[in-house]
C-alpha cells in the first residue's frame, strides 16, 4: 500500500454534494485531487460547488492556515486513478451502481492502491465482491459536510487488509478527520441509529401529529439533537436518505428502516432538502 503524504493525489468520484465537500476537504489539506464525474452538468457546476464549500467552511473558522491548497482538476474519466494514493468513491447510495464504480476504479488502480468507498450503509463486503482485490477495499462515511464535522465512520470488511487500514488512518490524519472504527453491516453504527430515528420522525409528521418545526423543537430543546431530525434529514438529502433505508430495510427484514411514504413522496416531488431548494423546510431564499 503506498504511503499517504499529505500532498499524495487523490481521485474522488462523483460531483454530488459528498463528492465535491469530501474534494473541498482535501484540497484544502493539501492533495491535489482530480474530481471526476460522467455528467456535464456535474462537471460545469463542480468548481463553483467546491469553491463555494471552500467559503463556508472560511466562515465557520473550518479551514486550516498551515499549508498551501491542492490543485483542482475535474474530468470525465477516471484516467487520474493510475498516479493517485487513495481513490474515494461518492455516488449515489445505489449498491449496484457503487459496485459498478468501485468495479472500474479497482480495474484502472494499481495494486494496493487505497480504495475508499463513502458508503451510509452498503455492507462493504458486499461491495468488495466487484473489485479483483478486496483487500483494497475500506468504507470512509464522511457526514455532511465533510470539511466540518471532524469524526468519520470508518468500516472494515472481514476482507478489508491491515495495509489498508494503516492508509486509511494515514490519509485522515492528513486530512484533519478523527476515525473510529467499526464492523461492518448494513447502516453500520451511525444509519443504523440515525436514520431510524429520522424515518420515525417523518412518520410523526405524516400522522399529523405534529409539525417538523414541532419536532424539530422537541428534539432540539427536550432530548438536546443540535439541529432535530427534519432539518437534519433535509441537510442529508432526502433522496439519500430514502436510498440507504432502502438498502438497510432490504438487508435487514426491520420494518421501522421501510422509507415512510411522505419521505417517498417527497422524493418523488424533487424535494430533496437543502439541495434542491426545499424538503421539511423551504432554502430557496438562503439558496439565492
Known sequence: MPDSKENSPLVVLGAGVMGTAITALAVVHGHPVTLVD????ARASAAD??????RTARLMGALPHDRPPGELTVEETPAAVAGATA?????TEDPKRKAEVLADLASAARPGTLLVSNTSGVPIDELADAVPRPGD????????????????????????????ARATRELLTGLGRRGIVVGDGAGFVTSRLLHRMLNDAIAVVHEGRATPETVDALMRDCIGHRTGPLATADLIGLDNLADSLRVMHERTGDPALRPSELLLDKVRQGLLGRKSGRGFYDYQEATR
Open 49 to 54: 460547488a467546491v469553491a463555494l464549500h471552500l
Open 137 to 164: 477495499l475500506v468504507g470512509v462515511h464522511f457526514m455532511n459536510p465533510a470539511y466540518v464535522i471532524p469524526t468519520v465512520e470508518v468500516v472494515l470488511g472481514p476482507r478489508s487488509s491491515e495495509a489498508a
Open 87 to 91: 481513490v474515494i468513491e461518492a455516488v
Open 38 to 41: 460522467t455528467s456535464p452538468q
